[in-house]
């Protein structure tokens, strides 16, 4: 009979946990730090490899489950939202029930969430789907860098965050890989069962291979629950406004107008609660100041920028007609790339460089959006390697360096400041997708109509080419000019990625130089 592995390891002197809900650190025997690490590549993956499946076939499975685009649109709001917000409660819910509760807890509940919508499809279970889905994938996150700190020395132990934090994001790329004839086959039943196998991988992996155990202690308070009661709605609503906004139309919407006036009512009583308390689940004060407000608006705008793949190169190619099988040689290669960004911010990782990784990971989107952005109509795969693949090793160059830099400054004030910086960095990178793709796919739809009305003002009926195309139907001439007018609007994103990511990148080069400027000059003016 094979033993079971055993739940505790027997270290000589294991490192007790640096902050609340975090494990000890022990020296493992080299079989069970590689579980570990097959562990935390499944986990990684897995947390947003499922609604990276349902993102990027968003469109198919509006139809074949009879929902309309709006309806469709709503799942990944909901899974953002889940997600944004699901550390406020999961740092402390670690830290008094433990690890493998909380995640094992959480994962079996996504599993049961997929067995539903496979017995129950419908709206209904799907909104219930992702919202499991979101909760699980926050766990999964945190878990992953968990699971890391087992295999690395001291010395290397900076490179669990950098790997941990830059593993999820191969959710979404290798999620394009996926066939669609799977996928889809029987009402999309290749999809709900590929989350139940992810679910249930990752609890059977967690249950024979468990982590070391955590200090477990009382960490709710009372008002922690009116807090996070005010904050989750909050952040559902803005979800579901920054989501549906683009579709249903900002101007055209009522409800999305009071939905956004209701999120920033919820969070102000919260921040009014907050403000009072002398022991806050959320240190508003430091969350204030000058270093951790420029730190959230750079990781934030780096995310808007990171929407050009997402949504600009994509909805490109989808205008002209491609679907995700024939996109598997671009996203292979946006793969590729980003094992080689976690590669080169691993090697050139130190506290000096931070500022100056995020700053080369922002010029590789600006100089990706600038290749983009003379894009036309004929435009397909092959020509968007080189720019997709800059945007995808930005992504992993700047996504573990920001959360160092971030967790850096968290640890000098203390284990009561992580839900904070946790929530603050969660909030960052998911509303900041979000966003991301709201505001490009805002200017699109915007700039496509007037490239419209412009070049429709410039066809006169006395020109032979036109007067040709007339004879055709003016259906087939509309449909001409409304292709090469979204093409024109797409460009246009990419300019306004390729600005944006550029200011952000000399905003930090300024800054980094202008504080080592002064730190060398500060010695000369005490003497």
Not at 180 to 187: A, H, I, P, V, Y
Not at 407 to 414: I, N, T, V
Request: net charge positive; aromatic share 8%.
């Amino acid at each position: 009979m094979v033993d079971r592995i055993p739940d505790r390891p027997a270290p000589a002197a294991p490192e007790a946990p640096a902050f609340p809900g975090s494990p000890y650190i022990a020296t493992h025997a080299p079989g069970r730090r590689a579980a570990y690490a097959a562990i935390a590549v499944l986990a990684g993956i897995g947390a947003t490899f499922g609604n990276g499946m349902v993102n990027v076939n968003i469109a198919s499975l509006a139809g074949a489950q009879g929902l309309y685009t709006a309806e469709a649109s709503l799942l990944p709001a909901v899974y953002v939202g889940f997600n944004a917000c699901a550390n406020l409660v999961l740092v402390k819910a670690r830290a008094q029930f433990g690890i493998p509760q909380v995640t094992l807890t959480l994962l079996a509940a996504y599993a049961l969430a997929a067995l539903l919508h496979l017995c129950v499809p419908g709206l209904a279970a799907a909104i219930v789907m992702r919202a499991a889905c979101g909760l699980a994938a926050a766990a999964l996150t945190t878990t992953t860098i968990y699971h890391l700190l087992q295999v690395f020395s001291l010395k290397a132990r900076p490179l669990a965050l950098v790997v941990g934090v830059s593993l999820p994001q191969f959710g979404p790329p290798l999620a394009r890989l996926m066939s669609l004839d799977f996928l889809t086959g029987s009402q999309w039943q290749g999809l709900l069962l590929t989350e139940l196998c992810i679910a249930l991988v990752l609890l059977g992996a967690m249950t024979l291979v468990p982590l070391p155990p955590s200090e477990r202690s009382q960490a709710f308070e009372g008002l922690d629950l009116v807090t996070i009661s005010l904050l989750v709605p909050a952040g559902l609503l803005l979800s579901a406004v920054l989501g549906l906004g683009r579709i249903l139309w900002w101007t055209d919407t009522p409800w999305l107008g009071l939905a956004l006036i209701g999120a920033l009512v919820l969070a102000g009583a919260a921040w009014m609660i907050e403000r009072q308390r002398a022991r806050p689940l959320l240190q508003l004060r430091w969350m204030l100041t000058g270093d951790i407000v420029r730190f959230a608006m750079v990781a934030f705008l780096v995310r808007i920028a990171l929407a050009e793949q997402t949504y600009g190169a994509i909805g490109l190619l989808s205008a002209g007609g491609l679907n995700n099988d024939q996109l598997h040689g671009l996203f292979l290669a946006v793969t590729a790339a980003m094992f080689l960004g976690i590669i080169v911010a691993a090697l050139t990782l130190s506290e000096r460089n931070l500022p100056w990784q995020v700053a080369v990971a922002a010029l590789c989107i600006a100089l990706a959006a600038w290749l983009d952005s003379g894009s036309n109509s004929l435009t397909r795969p092959p020509q968007l390697m080189l720019s997709q693949s800059l945007v995808a090793f930005g992504t992993t160059l700047f996504v573990g360096p920001t959360l160092v830099f971030g967790f850096l400054r968290m640890s000098a004030r203390g284990g009561d400041h992580l839900v904070s910086f946790i929530v603050l960095f969660s909030v960052s990178q998911n509303i900041g997708g979000l966003a991301g793709s709201a505001l490009l796919g805002s200017v699109q739809t915007i700039m496509a109509k007037v490239h419209a009305q412009v070049m429709s003002e410039r066809l006169l009926a006395s020109d032979p080419q036109t007067a040709a195309r007339l004879a055709q139907g003016s259906s087939a001439l509309m449909q001409s000019l409304m292709t090469e007018a979204n093409t024109l609007a797409y460009n246009d994103v990419f300019r306004l990625v390729a600005l944006a990511a550029l200011a952000v990148a000399a905003y930090l080069a300024c800054e980094t130089w202008s504080r080592r400027r002064a730190a060398r000059q500060r010695p000369e003016y005490a003497a």
